[in-house]
């Protein structure tokens, strides 16, 4: 999509209202989906069953474990030929706007291609809890 596709008009209060509900976790900042975890878990409500959910941390807190997470998305979006670049340097550093960027992405993408089917994001998770929200790598202090 490009930059002036309505997904980039999406707001921070309306993003994370949608991954909260979709994934039933209590994100506050978009820079929270920094480690990774939720937008694997996004992926794989669009695609049931295509995300190793087993390999996903949902505990990473350094960029080198959410490097990890980025890599089984990658895995994902090479299966399902979708032709985007994750810019997983800028995403690990948990700055706002690379995050927000990427979450509208996201949504659009799964506005565009989820079949509406019924989504248990705690089941999916397995018992590891949701994604931890003092989990974001580098989270810049303020």
Known sequence: FGIHDPA?????????SWVNDLLDIQYTKVEQCANGAAYCQIFDAIYPGDV??????????QEHD????????????????????IEVEKLV???PLDNLEFL????????????GQEYDAVERRAGRGAPDPSASPAAPKR
């Open 66 to 85: 959410s490097v990890k997470n980025y890599k089984v998305l990658q895995g994902v979006f090479i299966k399902r030929q979708i032709n985007k670049n």
């Open 8 to 16: 980039y008009r999406v707001g921070r209060a309306e993003l994370l």
């Open 52 to 61: 190793p959910m087993k390999r996903v941390s949902f505990e990473a807190k």
């Open 93 to 95: 550093k948990a700055k």
């Open 104 to 115: 509208q992405w996201c949504k659009r993408f799964f506005d565009l291609n989820y079949g």
